[in-house]
């Protein structure tokens, strides 16, 4: 029953002109076919010889040895198909004009409603066969597209079960090759850049599967029987699957390649969460550490601090024992310095996991940071608009006015002395931005993306500001944690801006409440 | 070093804090115990009588803040001084809370420690503050029986509800006031979140009162806690080195 459909297939094969033609597989497919045909048309010619000679031996009349052929006819046509019962409708017409139609033994027909007759019995087994073939067919297509449809459901079913943990394409190709039957299956990961490919000559799959992922479109392969479609997750390619089998064709290889998306999707998805979940684990022990170390530092620095401005506040030291305890005083200061901002950035750190978001007054969070830096500051002014008193961020209050303190303690430290520091708030495209700004050496151009790098200080600076290389680079993070961004312009006629925007969010302005 | 200027407690989990501490609070003239955990506290405390305990505010044990808690109670007139290190501001909220009349970060100057010591001791030993006494500070005058304020003599006009915060805040001068008793103290006791109220009035009351609103020298921030009034100094100002 093969044969119809690989006769049909042959020859629209044949009528493209045979340019994508394989010579020697079309012509395995043919000598196939025709043995397939020649089979039924033997069984047929040998069921209408038997029916011959038992009708003619019985004297059958014309009416009764034709509704005998008829049957033959019809049966061939239900058990092999159309072309087979033609060629049997032939030799029956034949037979029934030579053994039953009068003059018998001759070709020869005296009455034309004979002609009427034999006529009538070949269009009619013609066209009945026909019909039942046409029913057959679609039968078979339905059995088919069942078939395929449970193919894909076990297919869901086993993506799954895939694991997750390990790289999908090697899981998925021979799944798809056991249970769609195929030669051979190819999978272009566009993500990894990965070919993975089982089968026999899957290298060519490989190359197809490639192709149709960087043409973005559905590639068919030459011998009729390869299919390549691209892996689409909404109109995103992210790779290819190819796929070489005998019941495959256009329409059969889509929803497989949707599967297919869809596995290697579940499996970035499961990874991008294992991986955030990893980051926050680290995330979370370094901040510990961190956290615990720093604490750890501030005993012995307290006792340190404390013996050390006892000794000099006892004042029974020679100038010498004073100008060493004083040094011991200033680098535990340092020191404690130190450890406060690596405490900050550790906290800054904990936070981007969960973040305290409170509305809080632009105008607040300078306060804040101004009074923190009181004792450092020693009577240096810092100019403040009046805008930012009715300006609101949204954002955890002790890191944002954190981050602020390192921006003014550093405008503090680098500016010229007795020169004026001013911080300008203003809300500009959805951002609220804290600009602080100071007159004094340029910073280099190099360098003003460094500055904001833990860790980093510009050269010309390290000899002469006491700072740790931590400051700004928790105001960079802090910035971020809120999803916010920092920013420097530094000229040597205008002096240095330090900015800081924050999304300014949805929300309210803050109306001043009058006493 | 002839008389004592107090008896204060040192109270931490760490020996080398109370060891630095005792021995320069010694050399400059103090009496000084010590105990290294809350329970240790309570027991000296009630024991013996002190100007003022120094609670370090992690401690093993009852910790800080309760160790706090618990010598307000039996001791209303105690000066309580909490050890904290910096960025625990909700740990000093709650100490101040909790009864405690100030604290000080670690690690601290010796020379600062010793000042609010001086001041604690003199709060403790002073009579019952009069609430309707005036009251001076530098430059700025309050009178509470005739609701009046003046700055270097001239009449600053407040409205009732800023003369109230000022009062309360000079009242208390040099102790830091968490933002929620300020709230519940002028406005009522259903008040205490109200955060961006109370900065809008402070800062009315600092364009009033202030040279320079923006850099104050009476009306103090206290980073995350509070506010505090700058303390009247009954000494000649220091001079810093």
Not at chain 2, 132 to 141: F, L, N, Q, W, Y
């Amino acid at each position: 029953m093969d044969g119809d459909l690989s006769l049909a297939t042959l020859w629209v094969a044949q009528s493209n002109g045979g340019t994508r033609a394989d010579s020697w597989t079309s012509y395995r497919n043919f000598v196939r076919s025709r043995i397939g045909i020649l089979r039924g048309c033997l069984a047929g010619m040998a069921a209408v010889a038997l029916v011959t000679f038992i009708a003619f031996r019985l004297h059958l009349n014309l009416s009764t040895s034709g509704s005998l052929y008829f049957l033959i006819v019809v049966m061939v046509s239900v058990v092999w198909g159309f072309w087979e019962a033609s060629v049997t409708s032939l030799i029956a017409v034949n037979c029934l004009n030579y053994f039953f139609v009068p003059p018998v033994l001759t070709f020869r027909i005296s009455d034309p409603q004979d002609w009427v007759a034999l006529a009538t019995f070949e269009i009619t087994a013609l066209t009945v066969s026909r019909l039942s073939t046409r029913v057959q067919a679609q039968a078979r297509a339905e059995g088919r597209q069942r078939a395929q449809v449970e193919k894909l459901y076990e297919l869901g079913r086993r993506i799954l079960f895939l694991d997750r943990r390990r790289t999908i394409g090697p899981q998925i190709v021979p799944l798809v090759k056991e249970i769609f039957e195929a030669e051979a299956v190819a999978l272009f990961d566009a993500t990894l850049a990965r070919l993975d490919s089982t089968g026999s000559t899957a290298e060519d799959l490989e190359q197809l599967a490639r192709r149709a992922y960087f043409q973005d479109s559905t590639l068919e392969g030459a011998d009729g029987r390869t299919w390549a479609h691209v892996l689409r997750l909404g109109s995103r390619p992210v790779g290819a699957l190819a796929l070489r089998g005998p019941d495959l064709d256009r329409l059969a290889i889509v929803p497989i390649a949707s599967l297919a998306a869809i596995a290697l999707e579940r499996a970035r998805s499961f990874e991008k969460e294992a991986r955030a979940e990893a980051a926050r684990q680290t995330e979370q022990l370094r901040t510990t550490v961190l956290d615990a170390l720093a604490h750890a530092f501030k005993t012995p620095l307290t006792a340190i601090r404390t013996a050390s401005s006892g000794l000099l506040e006892a004042g029974r030291l020679t100038a010498d024992d004073a100008e060493l305890a004083a040094l011991i005083d200033e680098q535990a200061g340092h020191l404690n310095r130190l450890t406060s901002k690596l405490l900050q950035m550790a906290r800054i750190d904990a936070a981007e996991v969960g973040i305290r978001r409170e509305r809080v007054s632009v105008l607040t969070l300078i306060e804040d940071a101004l009074a923190r830096l009181r004792e450092q500051v020693h009577g240096r002014r810092a100019s403040v608009s009046d805008s930012a008193a009715s300006l609101e961020v949204c954002g955890d209050r002790e890191i944002l006015a954190a981050a602020l303190e390192q921006f003014l303690d550093n405008a503090f430290k680098y500016s010229t002395v007795g020169s004026p520091i001013s911080v300008t708030v203003e809300e500009n495209l959805g951002e609220v931005v804290i600009a602080v700004h100071n007159e004094g050496q340029p910073i280099r151009p190099a360098d003003r993306e460094r500055i904001f790098e833990r860790f980093y200080r510009a050269p010309e600076s390290r000899h002469r500001a006491s700072g740790t290389g931590l400051g700004l680079s928790i105001a960079k993070k802090a910035a971020e944690a809120h999803g916010g961004r920092t920013w420097v312009v530094s000229e040597e006629r205008t002096g240095t801006t330090f900015f800081f925007a924050l999304p300014s969010g949805p929300g309210r302005r803050y109306e001043s409440v009058a006493g | 070093m002839s008389q004592s200027q107090g008896r204060v407690l040192i109270v931490d989990d760490e020996s080398s804090i109370r060891r630095a501490v005792h021995n320069t609070l010694q050399g400059m003239g103090f009496h000084v115990d010590e105990a290294s955990s809350g329970e240790a506290a309570l027991r000296l405390a009630v024991e013996t009588p002190h100007d003022v305990v120094l609670l370090d505010i992690n401690m093993p044990g009852i910790g800080g803040v309760r160790a706090c808690r618990e010598l307000r109670r039996n001791l209303p007139r105690l000066g309580i001084l909490m050890l904290t290190v910096r960025d625990s501001e909700e740990d000093k909220v709650a100490a101040l809370d909790a009864g405690a009349d100030d604290y000080i970060t670690k690690p601290f100057n010796i020379r600062e420690l010793a000042a609010r010591i001086r001041a604690a001791v003199r709060r403790s030993s002073a009579s019952q503050v009069d609430l309707d006494a005036p009251i001076r500070i530098g430059s700025v005058e309050l009178d509470p029986a005739r609701r009046l304020v003046r700055k270097g003599g001239e009449p600053i006009h407040l409205t009732p509800k800023e003369f109230d915060v000022l009062h309360y805040l000079m009242a208390h001068a040099g102790l830091p006031i968490t933002h929620a008793r300020l709230l519940q103290a002028v406005w009522g006791p259903e008040y205490g979140g109200e955060l961006e109220y109370l900065r809008t009035f402070v800062r009315q009351l600092r364009k009033k009162i202030e040279d320079e609103p923006a850099e104050p020298a009476y009306l103090l921030t206290d980073s995350h806690v509070g506010y505090r009034f700058l303390e009247a100094r009954p000494e000649p100002v220091e001079v810093r080195s």
